[in-house]
């Protein structure tokens, strides 16, 4: 009757033991969002730091000491001085298993802050010779956030983990004076950040003004255009401005030539294959109202999504200013510096992760229409499969007069953030999951 009463008891306290153990150990989906959501001031709190000290391209110094702290106080080991100011870590699960990689751009832009915010950055620099404000007017300081938090809290998981998580922190996204290139992603991918340990997939996010807060953008294929710069100089001859036919006019002739690169896309590409665009931002010419001046500089960007209709459309804006020249009696010179290419969605990540991003927005994961903004993504994922989405961050009600992105008044409702590091941490631990070895 004792043996009897004791085997009941113990079997009674095997029994009650179990639930403690679950408890103890709750599923790993579920306990990385425990802890991302243990995490969420710390985001709100490293993201409104970086805003206030927003550094330009190849300049991070101070932005990387502090990525580098935050993954040293997590029991990492991050790797310096790459790409010139990147930061890389690994972590490193408690099973062998495949790789992923996540990435976040930590640079600001040549825009001075006209948001009205405690933190708001009243930081300087030098750029192109001249003085000029400097601001997180693109999100980068939120991409960098995001993806601390997403790390502490995959840090924290890591002994459940199938495989390693390869944590970017990519220097001069917006890029950098030309003597400076290559730069960027570019330069990392040459320095070998996919390669030790060899990188299967790569995930990238980036906030977004034009989409409401709260939900995730993506897109199957080309998402981001290819980004070109054009610089056509016009040579001309000097004359006064009271004998216009003693000289050639470079101002007349810069003219047509603008007029004219109109006409490339809206007359002489087809449109039904992919959007375009080409674009003059700058021209420069002439010193006084009465001389006409010997040379004009026009300056400006292409924007493309198919690589025969990138290398057409190069042809014929170099065909179209130097016969335009020609008949004026002028010369031509063009220079076409091939920049960012597409920023394209592998189809297959795209198909695998999308539940992914269902299960963290119910509802709020839309398919968007191409971007003609560039990124340089890119260069990673012309390497690897790679999944780029887009995170809103404009409220609903603001945004038919929300400030753009680049914008010296553009504003990141704080509120969309733990979404954006719950995507990345979910996207590496679902792949990690599903290609567990």
Not at 202 to 228: E, K, M, N
Not at 267 to 278: C, G, I, S, Y
Not at 394 to 411: C, E, G, I, K, V
Request: hydrophobic residues 45%; proline residues 6%; aromatic residues 4%.
């Amino acid at each position: 009757m004792i043996r009897f009463a004791l085997s009941m008891l113990l079997c009674l306290l095997t029994m009650s033991a179990a639930p403690v153990r679950a408890a103890e150990r709750p599923p790993l989906g579920d306990d990385l969002d425990r802890r991302l959501a243990a995490g969420e001031a710390r985001l709100i709190e490293w993201r409104r730091h970086l805003h206030a000290h927003p550094e330009l391209g190849n300049r991070e110094v101070e932005t990387a000491k502090f990525i580098a702290e935050r993954l040293r106080s997590m029991g990492l080991e991050p790797r310096t001085g790459v790409a010139k100011t990147g930061v890389v870590a690994v972590i490193e699960g408690g099973r062998p298993g495949a790789v992923v990689a996540l990435r976040a751009d930590m640079d600001a832009l040549p825009v001075t802050e006209e948001v009205e915010l405690s933190f708001a950055s009243k930081a300087t620099a030098t750029w192109e010779g001249k003085t000029v404000g400097v601001m997180h007017a693109c999100g980068h300081d939120t991409h960098v956030s995001l993806l601390l938090a997403a790390a502490e809290a995959l840090v924290g998981v890591r002994d459940r983990l199938p495989g390693r998580v390869v944590l970017i922190f990519q220097p001069a996204e917006e890029s950098v004076p030309k003597v400076e290139q290559p730069a960027g992603a570019e330069l990392m991918v040459a320095e070998g950040v996919l390669d030790s340990p060899k990188v299967e997939a790569i995930f990238g996010i980036h906030v977004f003004a034009q989409s409401p807060s709260g939900q995730i953008g993506y897109r199957v294929g080309p998402l981001l255009a290819a980004s070109d710069r054009f610089e056509i100089v016009v040579e001309g001859r000097q004359a006064h401005g009271s004998k216009p036919w003693a000289g050639i006019d470079p101002i007349v002739v810069g003219s047509q030539i603008v007029a004219a690169l109109q006409t490339i896309v809206s007359r002489q590409v087809d449109l039904t294959n992919e959007p375009a665009v080409v674009t003059v931002g700058q021209f420069e010419s002439g010193v006084r109202n009465n001389i006409i001046p010997d040379r004009a500089r026009l300056v400006g960007t292409i924007r493309t999504f198919d690589e025969a209709m990138r290398d057409d459309i190069h042809a014929r804006v170099r065909r179209t200013a130097e016969r335009i020249a020609e008949a004026s009696g002028a010369k031509a010179i063009v220079t076409i510096d091939r920049g960012y290419p597409v920023t394209a969605n592998d189809p297959a990540l795209t198909a695998k992760m999308l539940p992914t991003l269902e299960r963290l927005a119910p509802g709020k994961v839309k398919e968007i229409q191409k971007v003609t903004g560039a990124e340089d993504f890119s260069f990673y994922a012309r390497k690897v499969p790679g999944l780029y989405v887009v995170l809103g961050v404009t409220p609903l009600d603001q945004m038919p007069t929300a400030a753009s992105n680049h914008s010296p008044r553009f504003f990141v409702d704080e509120s969309a953030l733990p979404l954006g590091a719950r995507a990345l941490a979910h996207l590496a631990v679902d792949y990690l999951l599903a290609h567990s070895r």
